[in-house]
């Protein structure tokens, strides 16, 4: 055995291997920081930059139907390829779903550019590939995020990710601004559109740059548990075996799917719908900005070391009971000043009323940023094995994406803003409430168990050390301990 690695004795009896950190430009390389880093930077040029043009309202553009329209085509197919994404990861590996998802935002971009007034059909078209594709993207991303840290830096590594994802927004909302802020018009010029379409394609290529999964090793020296790509028979099974012997996670299906059906009454029921082109800008500006924030506010109460996990879990919670109540009660008092017919687009960032208005759209910000955030935090309590995780991802994904599909597809109809509105609110709700018995019945100090399929098709559970309690050990020794021989001769080459 090298100096690498060393052997210790696991639970069922076999040898398990923690390994000794890597010297050098190699270990800064292959340190899960970095790799979640560059998973970041490839969210911060696709999926961030999407955010930053749909948060426009309408998605920049004048004709706010087409744009809804799209955005059923993106969610609806989302929701299909979400469910199964976690099966492709499994299958073809995490590097390259990660890649194949980020095409698709590529094209979408492009697709919106304003040069043809009848290119309705192809904007909506490419929505649809997008969603087959972010799928895949986000199917990759949670994979990759939930497995790499220990238990205690989860949500450090959350707040990392999604600091560097929401720059997307950031950035591209900044050129929207720089670009429009002298404009009184509808839409975004088509300049920025094009400076997207140059980033996404960047972002199409930065997984090729990042590490293999088999042969990252974590900070305590424990390694990654990765699927070894076994048949589409055993990948779907596995999905099958996800749902069954673990049901909890059925409890934060209400959760996932309304996490992002707040987004329609918040970019075009309230910033597509009562400000100009410059207010808008400045407002998706501060949204993103205040995502950062969000996330990494909620990241030190996820990973305080004062609270036990479950006391993390019930704070987060009530967090963002808090958190929902206190925006909608002030967004209701603006919400019925207007409706569909009565909104006019006018609001302009010199108006004395735009004051409160973007406070709260920063407030809204903040609330996403801390839901999507604790909603990732939740499922990386439930498992450490890269494999579920990918399962337990694209059912967040899938679900995620059927309630944005049907709430949009409201917006294209036109349901008054006010239902909308009270749809939002209930649901975020009912999202919470849902949640709490897992969190009571589910979540514990350590993870229990691992209900892992290998690629013969076996299921096997492995037990874990209570981590929480024994002082000056990392949380994180535990999933890793089931992987191939190729995997083991990966790590000992490294």
């Not at 998605?59 to 085509?73: E, I, M, Y």
């Not at 399962?391 to 994406?401: A, N, P």
């Not at 492995?462 to 191939?484: A, I, M, R």
Request: hydrophobic share 45%.
């Amino acid at each position: 055995m090298s100096d690498h690695e060393k052997g210790i004795g696991s639970d069922d009896g076999s040898a398990r291997v923690v390994y000794g950190q890597r010297k050098g430009l190699k270990r800064f390389y292959y340190h899960p920081t970095t790799q979640v880093c560059l998973l970041g930077f490839v969210c911060f040029m696709c999926p961030g930059l999407f955010n930053a043009v749909n948060g426009l309202g309408g998605g920049g553009q004048l004709d706010l139907t087409t744009s809804a329209n799209a955005n059923v085509a993106v969610y609806a197919t989302f929701a299909i390829g979400g469910f199964f994404a976690g099966s492709i990861n499994n299958t073809i590996g995490s590097k390259r779903t990660l890649q194949l998802g980020s095409f698709g935002y590529c094209l979408y971009i492009g697709s919106a550019i304003n040069i043809h007034p009848g290119a309705g059909a192809f904007v909506i078209t490419a929505g649809a590939i997008l969603g087959l594709c972010a799928g895949l993207l986000w199917a990759a991303q949670g994979a990759l995020m939930l497995a790499y840290p220990t238990e205690s830096e989860k949500g450090r590594f959350i707040a990392i990710f999604w600091g560097i994802f929401n720059l997307g927004g950031v950035v591209g909302a900044a050129v929207s601004l720089g670009q429009n802020f002298h404009s009184e018009a509808g839409s975004v010029n088509n300049g920025t559109y094009i400076g997207f379409l140059v980033l996404t394609g960047i972002g199409i290529f930065i997984p090729t740059l990042m590490a293999d999964p088999k042969r990252m090793v974590r900070t305590d020296g424990t390694t990654v548990r990765v699927p070894t790509h076994p048949s589409w028979k055993v990948q779907l099974y596995g999905l099958w075996v996800t749902l069954t012997t673990d049901p909890m996670i059925l409890l934060l299906f209400p959760m996932f799917f309304c996490s992002n059906w707040f987004y329609t009454w918040q970019f075009n029921d309230y910033n597509g719908a009562i400000f100009n082109i410059r207010a808008r800008s400045l407002n998706n500006f501060v949204y993103w900005t205040s995502q950062i924030i969000g996330s990494l506010a909620i990241s030190f109460l996820l990973d305080y070391k004062g609270l036990t996990r479950r006391a993390r879990a019930f704070s987060s919670w009530a967090v963002l009971f808090v958190m929902i109540f206190a925006t909608h009660i002030w967004a209701y008092f603006y919400q019925r000043d207007y409706t569909r017919q009565t909104a006019t687009k006018t609001i302009d960032i010199y108006d004395a009323e735009f004051v409160g208005k973007i406070w709260l759209y920063i407030f809204f910000g903040l609330l996403d940023a801390m839901w999507q955030s604790t909603a990732y935090w939740y499922m990386g309590a439930m498992s450490n094995d890269a494999g579920k995780l990918a399962h337990f991802v694209g059912f967040y994904k899938s679900l995620q994406s059927a309630g944005a599909a049907g709430i949009w597809r409201a917006d294209a109809v036109g349901l008054p803003y006010m239902n909308i509105f009270i749809s939002t609110w209930v649901l975020l709700v009912a999202g919470l409430l849902f949640a709490l018995p897992m969190l009571y019945l589910r979540v514990q100090n350590h993870t229990v168990e691992e209900i892992i399929v290998e690629d013969v098709g076996r299921v096997r559970t492995v037990e874990t050390k209570n981590l929480d309690t024994v002082p000056n050990k990392s949380e994180g020794s535990h999933s890793s301990h089931l992987y191939g021989p190729e995997q083991t001769e990966n790590h000992a080459q490294a």
